[in-house]
Each structure stands twice: as structure tokens, then as C-alpha cells.
């Protein structure tokens, strides 16, 4: 197979940009310094093309990472340039170390899946198998603790970032309501009238025991796809890709990390380490355990959940979402995985 055609900017004087695998949006590339060009650092090209991308989309995105960055690891910005009509917005970023943390954290569930299938070997250790346990344990505080700090950034209000100042566009989102508004996508992803109404049902329970917690900070696409880790320590090294950040529920990242990856050990590690960086419930009233605390990630994950199911592009991800939604829908249990 022919390497992808690198392509060129003329806001990148002297780079070649190589597509960056693991997004499916095709608009993140790894800015390479050309044959010729005298050398200088690798970087991180991230255009914003998308119609469905705010005007400020890129001043929007550097903004947050400088307003995180005291207590997250995320990349310097080195170039912010607006759409001009013809070129796309494009945002110029340090390239961070580590590895995507999908990766890592399949690599590390195989493992504990072929542990477990193999069984511990005659007169083996009884902590036999517990390494990758423990590793995955590791893995979930450390993303734990990036949701955990999020939920701890206080927003004054819900709603939608509106520019480079960070102004926050009111956005009042009722659960029942946001069923009605994709009831056509989900009817032309398969599903009945009376699938519809049964999640209907569901959003009217989770509306509920959503309201009443204070707004925060939201990465809104907080996976391990979308963060960097360090192979050997299992230890964040970068957030990346705030597109879809806004002020809103602080159970909303919580419900992104647990939503597909829920070996127990890594589950209990998010919890760990989301419940360190809070130090108290702040997710709602009445959450004050962790049972509580999942209930609440569920309900707030079925916004995205039900906005994946209705894309048009049937991605591995949008099809794990159809699968994870009708699951719910049909054990009207926001906890039921398919």
C-alpha cells in the first residue's frame, strides 16, 4: 500500500503534513519539516474544515488549552490562523510524547483477557496475573484524575463556547427533548416508533436525576483515543482535541471514559482517581457514593450516545454507540451494554 501524498500548507512554510491516524475526522496531520527546509521541530497541524466548526473554532481551541494548562498536560500552541474564506482554520501545536491511550489500553485488556483464558500455571505465584490488573488499575486513575479535575473547573453557566474569550453561548439541553430532535436519525438508523418512545422513557428517568448539579468544564470527548499516555508508567502526558468542549454537567466526562471500556479493574481506577481530583461529591445531589456517581456518568452519556447513533457515517464507533443505545432502550437500564 502507496503512503498517503503528504500535503502542504502555505501557513506551514517548509513542512510536509502527514495525516495522524486514530481520528476520523481527517483533519488532524503531523507537521514533518521538509527535505531542505534546514530542520526544526516535528509539530501538530489541526485544521478545522468542517462546516459544522465554529468561525473561531481554532482561537476557540487554543484558548481552552491555555486556560487548562496550569492543571493538565496539553500542547503549547505555536500558531492560531482564522479561516480566510478559501484556507480552513488551523491551529499550530507542540507534538506532546506518549502513546494513544486506545492503544495502550487494549494492549493491556488482551493481556488480562489471555491471563485470565491461559489460567494461572501449576505452582505459579497467587499474584499471577495481578500485574496487568494493576496496570489497568494505573491507566484508569490517571484518566480519572483528568475528568476529576475537569468536573473542579466551575463554569458560571451552561451552554457553548462563543469565542476566543471563552463567552459562553447559553445552551439548555432537556434529555426527552434531545430524543425528539434525532428521532428521524434514528429511525433511518433502523430503529421502530416504539424503540424511540422506550429511550424517550429513559431520557424523562435520567432528566431527572441530572438536574440540580453545578456546571463545569467539559471536554466533552474525554476518551482514551483522544489522550496521550506514557507506555512504561501508564501516566497521562496530554489531552488533546477540545473540539466539542463546553461548560456543562460534571458527570458528562465521567460517562465518555466508562461508556464502552468497563474491565472492572480499569473501571475502578477511573473511579479512584476521578473521585481524588474531586475530593467531595460535586455531581449532583445525592451522589455520594460511587454507585451514585456511575448512575449519574450513564444518564449524562446517553446526550452523546444518541448523537453518535444518528450520524449518517456508520464508523466503528457510531456502531458500538447503536448497539450501547438500543441495549438501554430495551433493558431501560442506562448501565446495559449489548
Known amino acids: 500500500m502507496q503512503p498517503p501524498t503528504p500535503r502542504v500548507d502555505p501557513r506551514l512554510p517548509g513542512y510536509l503534513l502527514e495525516p495522524l491516524t486514530g481520528g476520523w475526522s481527517g483533519e488532524t496531520f503531523l507537521a514533518v519539516p521538509s527535505p531542505g527546509s534546514g530542520g526544526g521541530d516535528r509539530l501538530v497541524a489541526r485544521f478545522f474544515t468542517d462546516a459544522r466548526h465554529a468561525p473561531a473554532a481554532a482561537r ?22 482564522d479561516s480566510d474564506g478559501v484556507l480552513p482554520g488551523l491551529l499550530v501545536a ?120 453545578a456546571t463545569c468544564l467539559v471536554h466533552s470527548d474525554l476518551n482514551p483515543k483522544n489522550v496521550l499516555v506514557d507506555p512504561a508508567t501508564f501516566q497521562v502526558t496530554g489531552v488533546l482535541d477540545w473540539e466539542f468542549a463546553h461548560a456543562g454537567h460534571p458527570a458528562t466526562d465521567l460517562g465518555n471514559l466508562l461508556r464502552f471500556d468497563r474491565e472492572p479493574s480499569f473501571v475502578e481506577g477511573v473511579l479512584d482517581g476521578w473521585s481524588a481530583a474531586v475530593g467531595a461529591p460535586a455531581i449532583g445531589p445525592g451522589a455520594t457514593d460511587r454507585r451514585r456517581a456511575v448512575d449519574l456518568a450513564r444518564s449524562a452519556d446517553l446526550v452523546a450516545l444518541i448523537e453518535l447513533a444518528t450520524r449518517p457515517v456508520a464508523n466503528p464507533v457510531v456502531r458500538q454507540a447503536r448497539a450501547h443505545l438500543l441495549a438501554i432502550t430495551c433493558t431501560g437500564d442506562v448501565h446495559a451494554a449489548p
Open 94 to 213: 507542540e507534538l506532546l510524547p506518549g502513546e494513544r491511550g486506545d492503544l495502550v489500553l487494549a494492549r493491556l485488556v488482551a493481556e488480562q483477557r489471555e491471563r485470565r483464558e491461559r489460567g494461572r500455571p501449576e505452582g505459579g505465584p497467587p499474584e499471577w496475573g495481578r500485574r496487568t490488573e494493576d496496570d489497568l488499575g494505573v491507566l484508569g486513575r490517571s484518566l480519572g484524575r483528568v475528568a476529576g479535575t475537569l468536573t473542579a473547573t466551575p463554569m458560571p453557566r451552561t451552554g457553548l463556547f462563543a469565542g476566543a474569550d471563552l463567552r459562553i453561548e447559553p445552551f439548555d439541553l432537556w434529555l426527552p427533548d434531545w430524543v425528539d430532535t434525532h428521532a428521524r436519525g434514528l429511525a433511518e438508523a433502523g430503529w421502530s416508533d416504539g424503540e424511540v418512545a422506550g429511550l424517550r422513557k429513559v431520557a424523562e428517568r435520567a432528566a431527572v436525576d441530572l438536574e440540580g448539579a
Open 60 to 81: 476557540i481551541q487554543a484558548a481552552l488549552l491555555d486556560r487548562v494548562r496550569a492543571v493538565l498536560p496539553v500542547p503549547v500552541v505555536r500558531e492560531v490562523h
